[in-house]
Structure formats: C-alpha cells, structure tokens
C-alpha cells in the first residue's frame, strides 16, 4: 500500500507527510517541484527512511505523474501542491493558473488513466483527494453564519480563483468520469515548518529580529485558525471514512482578528524571549491594506464531526505556545528558509506599502 502526495515539501504537505509516516507507517511518494516554498530540510529526518519517495518534479508533467503511478501503484492520491501566498498571487498570477488550474487537471487526467486501469476492487477502493481551501467562498460580514459546504462560491483574489477553479474541475471529474474524489476546504492553518511570508510565522520571525511587524490596514480582517496537525489528522479521517463525491469542511472554531494575532504573538514572546528594549508589540506597525483584502472566514465544521467523528485536538492558546516555542527552537530550519528568493520577495511585497492616511 502506497500514496501519492503532491506538494509534500510544503508546509501542510510537509506536516502531512511526516503525520502519515508517524500515524499510519504506509510508503508515501512525494512529487514536488521545490519552488520558493518547497524545503526538503522540513522533512531531514525521513532522509533514510525507505517510506519516503521523494520525486522532484512538477505536477503540471502528466508524463511523469503517469510513470509515477504506474511504477508505485498508489491506493489514494493527496493534492497538496499549489501556489499558496494571496499577496504573491495579486503581484503575479500567472503562476498560481499554471499549478493551481492546469497542475490540477494534469494531476486529475494522470490518475484518470490509471484508475481506469484498476482491477475492480482498487479501482472501488482508490481515493483522489484534493486539498483546498475557505477562501474559494469570499469574505463573510460580521454576524453571518460560518462557511458550510453548500455555500456559494465567490472568490476574491486570483489565489482563491484558482483554487475554486481547480475544485470545480476535482467535483467534474468525479460528476463525468467517475473518479473516486473528495475534497477538503480548510480554514487558515498554522504551526511548525510555516514559510515566513505568512501572518504568523513572519511575526514571529520579524519580532525576534526587531523589524517592524506589518499589520494590514485597520488589522481587524478576520481569520480561523487551525493548528496543522489538526489538518493533517482531517485528512486522514477523510481518506479512511470520507464518502467518494463528498466536500468536508476543516476549520478551528478559532475566529480572530489579526491585530489579536499579532498582540498574541508579542505576548508570548514578552514571557518566552523578554527583550531588553521592551515589549514587542513596540514593534506593531500599520502599513496599507491587501487589495481585495478579504474581512472575514470562517468554517462551520459541524459535517466532517458529524460524519467522521473529527474534531481539532488543539485550541488556539495551545497551538500557538506549541508554535512560538517551535519557532525559538528551531532557528536553523528559519536560517537555512530566509534565502535570497525570500529576501526579494519581502522587498517587493512591503516596500511600497506606505502607511495608510
Ligand atoms: P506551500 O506554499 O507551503 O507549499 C506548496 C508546495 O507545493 C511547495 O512545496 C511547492 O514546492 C509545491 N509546488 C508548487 N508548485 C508546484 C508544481 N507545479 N508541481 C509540484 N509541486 C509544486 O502551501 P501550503 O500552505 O502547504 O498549502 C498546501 C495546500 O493546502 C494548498 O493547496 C493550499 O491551497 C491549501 N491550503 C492551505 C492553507 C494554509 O493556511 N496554508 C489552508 C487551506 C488550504
Ligand atoms: O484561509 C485559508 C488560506 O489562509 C489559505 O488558503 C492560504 O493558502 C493561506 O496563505 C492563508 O491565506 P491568508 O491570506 O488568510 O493568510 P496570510 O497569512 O497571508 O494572511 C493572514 C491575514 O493577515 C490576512 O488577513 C492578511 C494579514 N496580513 C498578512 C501578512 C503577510 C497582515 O496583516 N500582514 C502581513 O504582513
């Protein structure tokens, strides 16, 4: 028994890789084409662990994806590999339609052709299932009901364009072909192996280096926070239990604003890692707003409990101590990530945000 992941040098596909291997011991293939955000160094301690295939390739090859299935004959594959970052995908969203959109489809036609060459019973028992994400549904208002998975889809940036594009496609090949699929939207996740382009770990990574921490406009966008492993332990109810054609939503039940994020942060770095100076929130700085910024998500995560028996093991308080400690005990895996790529990334992103009027 096999899997095939994409993306699994990634942060969740990275947590999710070492999650399986830890929790269910069963091989995994691991195709990912290490972009900016992919870090092999994430996933060191499986280096001479015979479970952990890694391929470096990309999904958009539908060459290689067939080769692949055919050599490792996998039970189910787990659809991590995506462009991620909304800001990155409002500078420049060509590439986030090339792996999003096209590395899907490729990714779905490869595990077509090899499903269909499946004797009955792998071909009942294969699963496909595609890892995406809340933001496919907008932004809700204040008061609203949390996302269910019968909700409209209205995505606001290219990111969660593409991503809505490429659940559509996941939902027609299940419709059209009969391809074994589920899906997951999961709400905001975060914890170890976190790329510091992202809220919480740029935070903390900012803070200990004394720079100022860029809260986006008035910093009261609303987000709900989900511990990784949480996604991780998700997934895999999903695959044990979840039914073929069938959406599951993931949240936290963690709804804050990220001006409380980032309060957080300071807070626990005030006790963990008191700095001289004073309090880190002396750090807090306003800069402009994300175009199209989004105001607030949040996932009603009553379905994947009532079907699958999931619930988050973590609460916020727990998983962000876990964090911010993970992040002071691990500054050479912070080290090795602020490369040159990250570097111009964090120029280009923040140095024309002048502050707000
Ligand atoms: P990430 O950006 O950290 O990792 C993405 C991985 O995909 C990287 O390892 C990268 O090298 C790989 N990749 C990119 N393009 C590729 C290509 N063409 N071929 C092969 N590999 C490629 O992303 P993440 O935060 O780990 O997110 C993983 C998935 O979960 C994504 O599909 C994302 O949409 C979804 N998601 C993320 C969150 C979140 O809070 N981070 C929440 C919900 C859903
Ligand atoms: O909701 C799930 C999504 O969560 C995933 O699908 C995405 O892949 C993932 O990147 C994440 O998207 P967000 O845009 O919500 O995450 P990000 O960490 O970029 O931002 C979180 C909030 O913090 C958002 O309201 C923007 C704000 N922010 C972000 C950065 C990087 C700031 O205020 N300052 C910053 O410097």
């Known amino acids: 028994m096999t899997i095939l992941v994409t993306g699994g040098a990634g942060f969740i596909g990275a947590n999710f890789v070492l999650d399986w291997i830890e929790n269910v011991g069963e091989p995994v293939v691991n195709v990912d084409a290490l972009t900016y955000a992919g870090n092999l160094r994430t996933l060191m301690s499986l280096d001479c662990d015979p479970r952990h295939i890694f391929v470096h390739g990309d999904i958009c090859d539908g060459a ?7 050599r490792h004959k996998p039970r ?3 659809h991590f590999a995506a462009e991620s970052h909304v800001d990155r995908s409002i500078h420049g969203p060509a590439e986030f339609i ?3 959109v096209t590395g899907t489809f490729s990714l779905l036609e490869s595990a077509r052709a090899y499903w269909q060459g499946l004797d009955a019973i ?3 028992k294969f699963r496909f299932h595609h890892v995406s994400t809340d933001e496919v549904y907008g932004s809700l208002l204040s008061g609203e009901p949390p996302f269910a998975e019968t909700r409209v889809y209205e995505p606001n940036s290219p990111y969660s364009a593409s991503k809505a594009a490429s659940d559509h496609l996941v939902r027609a090949w299940h419709h059209t072909y009969g391809l074994p699929t589920t899906i997951s939207n999961c709400s905001n996740n975060y914890g170890p192996y976190h790329f510091p382009e992202k809220l919480i770990p740029l935070m903390i990574i900012n803070a200990l280096a004394g720079k100022p921490l860029p809260v986006y406009g008035d910093g009261q966008q609303i987000r709900d926070w989900l511990y990784v492993a949480d996604h991780c332990s998700a997934i895999r109810a999903v695959l044990a239990e979840g039914k073929v054609g069938e959406v599951y939503n993931v949240g936290g039940w963690n709804e804050k604003p990220n001006l409380d994020i980032v309060n957080t942060i300071c807070a626990l770095l005030d006790e963990l890692r008191p700095d001289a100076a ?7 700085t306003y800069v402009q707003d994300r175009p199209g910024h989004d105001r607030r998500y949040a996932i009603d995560a009553r379905k994947i409990e009532r079907e699958l028996g999931w619930r988050p093991a973590e609460t916020f308080e727990t998983g962000i101590h876990k964090t911010v400690r993970w992040y002071l005990d691990n500054q050479e895996w912070v080290d090795n990530v602020q490369s040159g790529a990250y570097r111009d990334w964090m120029a280009k992103n923040y140095a024309d945000r002048t502050a707000p009027p």
């Open 122 to 124: 792998s071909k009942e």
């Open 64 to 70: 290689l994806l067939g080769s692949l299935m055919v």
């Open 278 to 284: 004073g309090s880190y929130s002396r750090l807090i």
């Open 76 to 78: 189910a594959v787990v």
């Open 98 to 100: 090339r792996t999003n």
